[in-house]
């Protein structure tokens, strides 16, 4: 994890990537074996100590005593050179010398894993540093270190910490750099609305390669549009998009699963959306929300689908989505009791009816609801002040 931006993914969010598979139930037990070795080549040469005793507690690999206490040795030793070199600074060199032996040492906790000694170390680097630029890179440490962990608390204080330091000058790389942490933060909290919005506005700027590829980017930034914008900005934005259609074809199914959508070719839309599935249960920071988004994206398809219509067959509807008509009919009726989809189902004659409320009835109930939530609230005064 360093503090300059780089062109290759930082190598602890691989590794945090391969842990997260190696917990999950889905991965296949012949692919773990691979994925624990990947893991320990990636934490013995590092000597992460820390976070090797956390993989043991959590069995996630078994304790090797002497791979431990090597680590541990090893640790002690580098820890001892860098303090020495901090000594030497603050005696005989310059206020420069001094952050960068100090900034080493931040540098080296993060490598180990040990996160609260890092965030430490980073508030006394900070403390050392004077140019906007150079704060702004820390924070980036500790974002990082934040999506490491998926300490979302840290992320998100580090975001506003951030944007306070803007204010106070900043040059438009790190803005931009900034907007892909944040957006990367809504996402993997559910805000998928502002996390398009932030990925969208980052396409053609994008340099944020220490959290994740391109291609990856691309990914997230269909799948939060998908269900996020209008079907005019979606050709807008991202159909039509020429950073987009560079990257999505090298992406499995997801230039079917957009182009289908805006298309209205919905059999081929599922089979796209089903063969997405894997990728989005098996995304470290998408699995949580895996459930959420499925019943978004068909929400989207089937508002899409009835928006054309004022009554329309079940079985159109099946037939259109390649399913069966029971299928649908367990699936709308899901919907429409949720208040997802406007329409009921004539299950004798077998019809859905669309009943799209207009903006003046929406306003009018509106204002009836407020109202009678405003005269009750006077009621309950009026007892207390008649009391």
Same mark, same amino acid.
């Given at each position: 994890?360093?503090?300059?931006?780089?062109?290759?993914?930082?190598?602890?969010?691989?590794?945090?990537?391969?842990?997260?598979?190696?917990?999950?139930?889905?991965?296949?037990?012949?692919?773990?074996?691979?994925?624990?070795?990947?893991?320990?080549?990636?934490?013995?040469?590092?000597?992460?100590?820390?976070?090797?005793?956390?993989?043991?507690?959590?069995?996630?690999?078994?304790?090797?005593?002497?791979?431990?206490?090597?680590?541990?040795?090893?640790?002690?030793?580098?820890?001892?050179?860098?303090?020495?070199?901090?000594?030497?600074?603050?005696?005989?060199?310059?206020?420069?010398?001094?952050?960068?032996?100090?900034?080493?040492?931040?540098?080296?906790?993060?490598?180990?894993?040990?996160?609260?000694?890092?965030?430490?170390?980073?508030?006394?680097?900070?403390?050392?540093?004077?140019?906007?630029?150079?704060?702004?890179?820390?924070?980036?440490?500790?974002?990082?270190?934040?999506?490491?962990?998926?300490?979302?608390?840290?992320?998100?204080?580090?975001?506003?910490?951030?944007?306070?330091?803007?204010?106070?000058?900043?040059?438009?790389?790190?803005?931009?750099?900034?907007?892909?942490?944040?957006?990367?933060?809504?996402?993997?909290?559910?805000?998928?609305?502002?996390?398009?919005?932030?990925?969208?506005?980052?396409?053609?700027?994008?340099?944020? *390669?220490?959290?994740?590829?391109?291609?990856? /980017?691309?990914?997230?930034?269909? !799948? +939060?549009?998908? #269900?996020? @914008? =209008? $079907?005019?900005?979606?050709?807008?934005?991202?159909?039509?998009?020429?950073?987009?259609?560079?990257?999505?074809?090298?992406?499995?199914?997801?230039?079917?699963?957009?182009?289908?959508? *805006?298309?209205?070719?919905?059999?081929?839309? /599922?089979?796209?959306?089903?063969? !997405? +599935?894997?990728? #989005?249960? @098996? =995304? $470290?920071?998408?699995?949580?929300?895996?459930?959420?988004?499925?019943?978004?994206?068909?929400?989207?398809?089937?508002?899409?689908?009835?928006?054309?219509?004022?009554?329309?067959?079940?079985?159109?509807?099946?037939?259109?989505?390649?399913?069966?008509?029971?299928?649908?009919?367990?699936?709308?009726?899901?919907?429409?009791?949720?208040?997802?989809?406007?329409?009921?189902?004539?299950?004798?004659?077998?019809?859905?009816?669309?009943?799209?409320?207009?903006?003046?009835?929406?306003?009018?109930?509106?204002?009836?609801?407020?109202?009678?939530?405003?005269?009750?609230?006077?009621?309950?005064?009026?007892?207390?002040?008649?009391?």
């Amino acid at each position: 994890m360093d503090v300059q931006e780089g062109t290759q993914q930082s190598q602890q969010l691989i590794l945090a990537h391969n842990v997260f598979l190696l917990k999950h139930p889905d991965v296949p037990d012949i692919e773990k074996v691979s994925l624990k070795d990947e893991v320990l080549n990636s934490v013995k040469p590092n000597d992460m100590t820390p976070y090797y005793e956390t993989l043991v507690a959590d069995k996630v690999v078994e304790l090797d005593q002497s791979v431990l206490d090597l680590m541990r040795s090893k640790n002690v030793d580098e820890i001892k050179k860098i303090d020495e070199k901090i000594a030497d600074a603050e005696e005989n060199l310059g206020e420069s010398e001094v952050r960068e032996a100090h900034l080493a040492k931040s540098l080296y906790y993060i490598q180990i894993g040990e996160k609260e000694k890092a965030l430490e170390q980073l508030k006394v680097t900070e403390s050392k540093t004077v140019a906007v630029g150079q704060k702004m890179d820390l924070v980036f440490c500790t974002l990082q270190i934040g999506f490491f962990y998926m300490d979302f608390d840290l992320i998100s204080k580090s975001i506003d910490k951030a944007k306070n330091l803007f204010e106070e000058g900043g040059d438009w790389e790190r803005k931009n750099r900034l907007k892909v942490y944040e957006g990367l933060y809504c996402m993997s909290t559910r805000n998928f609305k502002k996390a398009a919005n932030l990925f969208l506005d980052s396409i053609s700027t994008f340099t944020t *390669y220490e959290l994740f590829p391109y291609d990856t /980017f691309i990914f997230y930034t269909v !799948l +939060t549009s998908i #269900i996020s @914008l =209008d $079907r005019v900005s979606l050709k807008q934005k991202v159909v039509d998009a020429p950073e987009i259609l560079t990257v999505i074809g090298k992406i499995p199914y997801l230039s079917e699963f957009l182009n289908s959508l *805006y298309d209205c070719q919905y059999k081929s839309f /599922f089979l796209a959306f089903a063969g !997405l +599935t894997e990728q #989005i249960k @098996l =995304d $470290r920071y998408l699995h949580p929300h895996f459930r959420f988004y499925m019943r978004e994206v068909r929400t989207v398809v089937y508002s899409q689908f009835l928006e054309s219509y004022k009554s329309v067959t079940i079985e159109a509807m099946a037939k259109a989505f390649g399913v069966t008509v029971e299928f649908i009919d367990l699936e709308l009726s899901r919907f429409i009791a949720a208040g997802k989809l406007h329409c009921k189902i004539d299950k004798v004659a077998g019809v859905l009816e669309t009943n799209r409320p207009d903006a003046k009835n929406a306003l009018y109930q509106a204002t009836i609801k407020q109202g009678d939530f405003l005269l009750n609230r006077i009621q309950k005064l009026s007892r207390v002040i008649d009391l």
